[in-house]
């Protein structure tokens, strides 16, 4: 089946160091790719997506690009900033017609110390 | 931008009671909504889907009479927690997609459940 996997956490980092969360994921045919980030107490909330192979998913700082031949979506950030720091979620969707299934990683805590 | 809330935030109960969650759409039309349970540390795991007007349905190991899904309108889901045991306790996560198109799933806050 389809799944999702993220690097293991925790991952702890200072101010304006550079970030990566490695995510692979296992489907057949192209999903689509997510980032989506949960901050303490709270929901999630979508960080960047992409659709397509080659695609990079952008925002707030955050990239990422989907690389088909590597199965890869990894998440990077130049300089991160204390109010980063949450848990990230990778994620893959199939979707069509009235089927629309998110399958999520683990997650991975990250740390952002001043 | 598209507004989904969950309540209650967090719940104590007792085992053996049970347990109500809304889920609903403020600014959207929601044709689907998902129930996600989480665990510490872990994933989130889909639990059900719900499309108005019709039965949820469950994913595989999810029973169905501990964990009632009702979708009565396109802006309301709840779930039910049947006959609460400490092993439920857990964060529930609502998500809700609106009718048109590829639109993405808002997510609730979560709700906190604490059985004892």
């Known amino acids: 089946g389809d799944s999702v996997t993220q690097m293991e956490g925790p991952v702890t980092l200072s101010e304006e160091a550079f970030l990566t969360i490695n995510c692979t994921y296992t489907?057949?045919?192209?999903?689509?790719l997510f980032w989506y980030v949960q901050y303490p107490g709270e929901g999630l909330q979508l960080l960047l997506k992409?659709?397509?192979?080659?695609d990079k998913g952008s925002n707030k700082g955050f990239e990422a690009t989907y690389r088909k031949e590597t199965t890869s979506f990894h998440l990077e950030k130049g300089s991160v900033q204390v109010s980063d720091s949450a848990v990230y979620f990778c994620a893959l969707l199939f979707s069509g017609g009235s089927n629309y299934k998110l399958t999520f990683g683990k997650g991975t805590l990250l740390t952002v110390n001043p | 931008g598209a507004v989904v809330s969950q309540h209650p935030s967090r719940v104590i109960c007792k085992s053996g009671t049970s347990v109500k969650i809304e889920c609903r759409s403020l600014?959207?039309?929601?044709?689907?909504m998902f129930w996600y349970r989480q665990f510490p540390k872990q994933s989130l795991m889909l639990m059900a889907t719900s499309n108005e007007g019709s039965k949820a349905t469950y994913e595989q190991g999810v029973e169905k009479d501990k964990f009632l899904i009702n979708h009565a309108s396109l802006t309301l889901s709840t779930l039910t927690v049947t006959s609460a045991h400490p092993e439920d306790s857990s964060f529930y996560i609502c998500?809700?997609?609106?009718?048109?198109?590829?639109?993405?799933?808002?997510f609730g806050n979560g709700t906190r459940l604490t059985v004892t």
């Open positions: 600014d959207f039309q929601a044709t689907t």
């Open positions: 992409a659709t397509k192979a080659d």
């Open positions: 998500s809700a997609r609106a009718r048109q198109g590829s639109s993405p799933l808002h």
């Open positions: 489907a057949t045919g192209y999903p689509s």
